[in-house]
Nanobody
Framework: VQLQASGGGLVQAGGSLRLSCAAS????????MGWFRQAPGKEREIVAA????????KYGDSVKGRFTIFRDNVKNTVYLQMNSLKPEDTAVYFC??????????????WGQGTLVTVSS
């Protein structure tokens, strides 16, 4: 199982970035996907989540209206479009997968993080 996140980098406040997470080693369409982030000294928080079919999107309060999660089940990839970035969005961003059949809230698979730095 592999979740390969990419697309992080340095951007000025007000700018945009698109993160990608390429999945392999499991049946992607059977999993809901999520993006999480962790800033230095802070707990990990959920940023956005999406159901296996592309519906059921949810967002953290701090990113609503600015970030969009979507997926391509042909390319086995989930994306996070981040607009109007703020310095407080600076964090390591992780993608994760949870089986659509799971009754747990925990995610099953995690990828390595990609660093997003927003300068003021």
């Amino acid at each position: 199982v592999q979740l390969q996140a990419s697309g992080g980098g340095l951007v000025q406040a007000g700018g945009s970035l698109r993160l990608s997470c390429a999945a392999s080693g499991f049946t992607f369409i059977s999993y809901g996907m999520g993006w999480f982030r962790q800033a230095p000294g802070k707990e990990r928080e959920i940023v956005a989540a999406i159901g296996w079919s592309g519906g059921g999107t949810k967002y953290g309060d701090s990113v609503k209206g600015r970030f969009t999660i979507f997926r391509d089940n042909v390319k086995n990839t989930v994306y996070l479009q981040m607009n109007s970035l703020k310095p407080e969005d600076t964090a390591v961003y992780f993608c994760a997968a949870r089986s659509r059949f799971s009754t747990r809230t925990q995610y099953d698979y995690w990828g390595q993080g990609t660093l997003v730095t927003v300068s003021s």
